[in-house]
Each structure stands twice: as structure tokens, then as C-alpha cells.
């Protein structure tokens, strides 16, 4: 039987002192509150008493060190999933600002066409391979509920895509909290969101960062 639920999740707050877009890249791990926000996305799951069958997590740091806590509460091993990735985005490792920008002219080019986007992967492209890598958790699933712990755009990119909204949109009206949970069924031939859920709102997190 395939899974009952597919859940997304972020990753919690991230160590990033500099403040500046960490994209794909490496060594950027949770923060001390990270990790406690990703021990109540886990708790969460528990209170909710769903059973979870297996877990799938982008391969960053800090998407499999929030997973490591869903590990600890259900000892399931997450299996690593590159199509859960953050997006690729050309000004990772910068500060973003129109300040930074404008000193840099060059960087308009990036931003000529905001609807693709421009300055990185297609939206469609992740849409694609978020949805291809629920199709797979699900049938994968044989008992309980898959959870995918996974990045703030991807997980963004679903919820638009699956709710029939245009997937170029403002980042500041984004609702995807650090270690929130993004809750779907499967109804008919596609899947369908039944629930949204922010266990670790109250820690007060900096949310900065994400692409």
C-alpha cells in the first residue's frame, strides 16, 4: 500500500551570522535554535500520533541535520534525495540588498526576468522534480506516512503548483516557516494539501538567507 500522507518539511534556523543567500552551498548547518525548532517539527508528528514509514531529505547540511531529528523520534534511516534540493540561484554566497546591487550594476542582467526566474532554476523545473520525488516517496511508503525535509522555494513551488497559483510570487508573501510542516493526500491521480503546520513559531527564529 502506498503512504497515507506526505508531509514536507523545512529545515530549521541556520547558522548564518553573515547574513547572506547560502543557496547550495555546503557548510551552512542548523543553529542551536535550528535544532530545537527541528526536534518540534518531529515532536509535532509524534502529538499528531501519525506514523511515519519513511523519510527522504535533501542532501545539505542543514536539510539532513533537521531530518537526523525525525530520525531520532521514529529510528527510520532518511534516505537522501538530490531532487529535494535547494534550487541553484547565481547570488548564493552574497548579501542581497538594493544597496548591494546597486554598487554591483553587473548583477541587474540576474534580474531581467522574474517570472522564470532568471537568476536561477526554472520554477517549473522544481516544481517537476518536487512532485517526481512525492510520487516516489509515496509508492515507496509501504506503511504510515513519507515525510521529505526539504528547503523553503521547493516546498513554496508546491504548494503553488498543486493549488493552481502562478508560481512567480513575492518571496516576502512566502508561507513556508523554518521546520514548518506541509501536509498532502493523494486524491484521485494527484495530490492534493491537507494541512499546514508552524510547531516551532514560538522560538522566534531569524528567517534569512533562503533563495
Request: glycine residues 8%.
Amino acid at each position: 500500500m502506498p503512504a497515507d500522507r506526505i508531509h514536507l518539511i523545512r529545515h530549521g534556523e541556520v547558522h548564518n551570522p553573515g547574513g547572506v543567500l547560502y543557496g547550495r552551498l555546503p557548510e551552512f548547518r542548523l543553529s542551536e535554535r535550528g535544532h530545537q525548532m527541528a526536534e518540534l517539527a518531529a515532536k509535532d508528528l509524534i502529538e499528531q500520533e501519525r506514523k511515519i514509514g519513511g523519510i527522504y531529505a535533501s542532501p545539505l547540511l542543514r536539510t539532513r541535520e533537521s531530518a537526523g531529528h525525525v530520525q531520532q523520534a521514529f529510528s527510520l534511516t532518511p534516505t537522501p534525495d538530490e531532487r529535494l534540493i535547494e534550487p541553484f540561484n547565481i547570488f548564493e554566497g552574497r548579501k542581497l540588498s538594493a544597496g548591494h546591487i546597486l554598487i554591483r550594476p553587473h548583477l541587474y542582467f540576474h534580474l531581467r526576468k522574474p517570472s522564470q526566474p532568471s537568476w536561477g532554476e526554472p520554477f517549473e523545473s522544481i516544481a517537476a522534480r518536487m512532485l517526481e520525488a512525492m510520487e516516489d516517496a509515496w509508492q515507496n511508503t509501504q506503511v504510515g506516512d513519507a515525510v521529505l525535509v526539504s528547503h523553503q522555494l521547493p516546498i513554496v513551488t508546491v504548494h503553488r503548483k498543486l493549488a493552481g497559483l502562478k508560481l512567480s510570487h513575492n518571496p516576502k508573501q512566502r508561507r513556508c516557516a523554518l521546520s514548518s510542516i506541509t501536509s498532502f493526500e493523494r486524491q484521485g491521480d494527484g495530490f492534493v494539501e491537507v494541512d499546514y503546520r508552524d510547531p516551532a513559531a514560538k522560538l522566534g527564529a531569524i528567517d534569512r538567507g533562503a533563495v
